[in-house]
Antibody
Framework: QVQLQESGPGLVKPSETLSLTCTVSGASISAYSWNWIRQPAGKGLEWIGRIYTSGSINYNPSLKSRVIMSADTPKNQFSLRLSFMTAADTAVYYC?????????????WGQGTLVTVSS | DIQMTQSPSSLSASIGDRVTITCRASQTINNYLNWYQQRPGKAPNLLIYAASNLQSGVPSRFSGSGSGTDFTLTISSLQPEDFATYYCQQTYTTPRTFGQGTTVEIK
């Protein structure tokens, strides 16, 4: 069974950098694409970016200047770094698997981790 | 970016009702359209992929249709566990984008 688990700090100070890691079990991160999604309280879903099988990375243009994603294949983990955090970045952050090909969809999600930006 | 617009933003319905939610893309996305259900405090759950394909384990009362720019999610007979927020998403291109969500409430 595929499982994804986010880990990282729940509280980040303004202007600091958020670092989150997603640990994947039941599937190899060398296959599929792996995404980060976030959701502010009471609001909709925002795609942050993805890293995929070829090693290529796509970022949301709205966040591109502040985001870095990476993967650690031996550990079967992928990570997100988001710099210059502000209150607007307070949200639940999800790591998500994306099926590639004609059925492109997000089929497995982590439970989500709440990140609050506050001094 | 491709904009995804859902309607309605919310609706009230009764158990057993047929419910339809629509999603419109700002440009053609072929059939790269997915539907998710999100219950409060939980991660979204994939219901329909590629516009009309039922994800494994999802009840058959859920169905999807459409192609190009206009898509529909239908719940044939609303059940208590279906009261939730539903999102459409395009995976035609990056950035991946979602609709704003449709909340289905109990009448």
């Amino acid at each position: 069974q595929v499982q994804l688990q986010e880990s990282g700090p729940g509280l980040v100070k303004p202007s600091e950098t958020l670092s989150l890691t997603c640990t994947v079990s039941g599937a190899s991160i060398s296959a599929y694409s792996w995404n980060w999604i976030r959701q502010p309280a009471g609001k909709g879903l925002e795609w942050i970016g993805r890293i995929y099988t070829s090693g290529s990375i796509n970022y949301n243009p709205s966040l591109k200047s502040r985001v870095i994603m990476s993967a650690d294949t031996p550990k079967n983990q992928f990570s997100l770094r988001l710099s210059f955090m502000t209150a607007a970045d307070t949200a639940v952050y999800y790591c998500v698997r994306e099926v590639e090909g004609a059925a492109r969809s997000f089929d497995y999600w982590g439970q989500g981790t709440l990140v609050t930006v506050s001094s | 970016d491709i904009q995804m617009t859902q309607s309605p933003s919310s609706l009230s319905a009764s158990i057993g009702d047929r419910v339809t939610i629509t999603c419109r893309a700002s440009q053609t996305i072929n059939n790269y359209l997915n539907w998710y259900q999100q219950r409060p405090g939980k991660a979204p759950n994939l219901l329909i992929y590629a516009a009309s394909n039922l994800q494994s384990g999802v009840p058959s009362r859920f169905s999807g249709s459409g192609s190009g720019t206009d898509f529909t999610l239908t719940i044939s007979s609303l059940q208590p566990e279906d009261f939730a927020t539903y999102y459409c998403q395009q995976t035609y291109t990056t950035p991946r984008t979602f609709g704003q969500g449709t909340t289905v409430e109990i009448k």
